[in-house]
């Protein structure tokens, strides 16, 4: 099973970029796909989740109206469109795999998604946004 970001890059702050996560290995049916981020001396944190049939999506607040998660069954392919990108946006974006159930229990709750919830990782890709 692989995960596989990319997209990510150097942008001044304002500016758009989109990230790619690519499946493989096995299909995620009935799961669901999330980005999270871990910025320099903090703990990784949830930005936005969908479910593989596109059918669900939850947002960390401070990325709603900015990202938007979307999914291709097709291309096995979940994307993460970035715009009006802030300087705080800056990390190292992560695609995981995960279980439905937590998903739609913090999203009941109001709570964000934990990592453990999450059996598969991809390696990362840097977002770095300049002033």
């Known amino acids: 099973v692989q995960l596989v970001e990319s997209g990510g890059g150097l942008v001044q702050a304002g500016g758009s970029l989109r990230l790619s996560c690519a499946t493989s290995?096995?299909?995620?049916?009935?799961?669901?796909v999330s980005w999270f981020r871990q910025a320099p001396g903090k703990e990784r944190e949830f930005v936005a989740g969908?479910?593989?049939?596109?059918?669900?999506?939850y947002y960390a607040d401070s990325v709603k109206g900015r990202l938007t998660i979307s999914g291709d069954n097709a291309e096995n392919t979940v994307y993460l469109q970035m715009n009006s990108l802030k300087p705080e946006d800056t990390a190292v974006y992560y695609c995981?795999?995960?279980?439905?159930?937590?998903?739609?229990?913090?999203?009941?709750?109001?709570?964000?998604?934990?990592?453990?919830?999450?059996?598969?990782w991809g390696q990362g890709t840097q977002v770095t946004v300049s002033e």
């Open positions: 290995g096995r299909t995620f049916s009935g799961n669901v």
């Open positions: 995981a795999a995960g279980r439905l159930t937590p998903f739609f229990t913090a999203q009941a709750m109001g709570t964000m998604p934990a990592t453990e919830e999450y059996d598969y």
């Open positions: 969908i479910t593989w049939e596109s059918t669900n999506t």
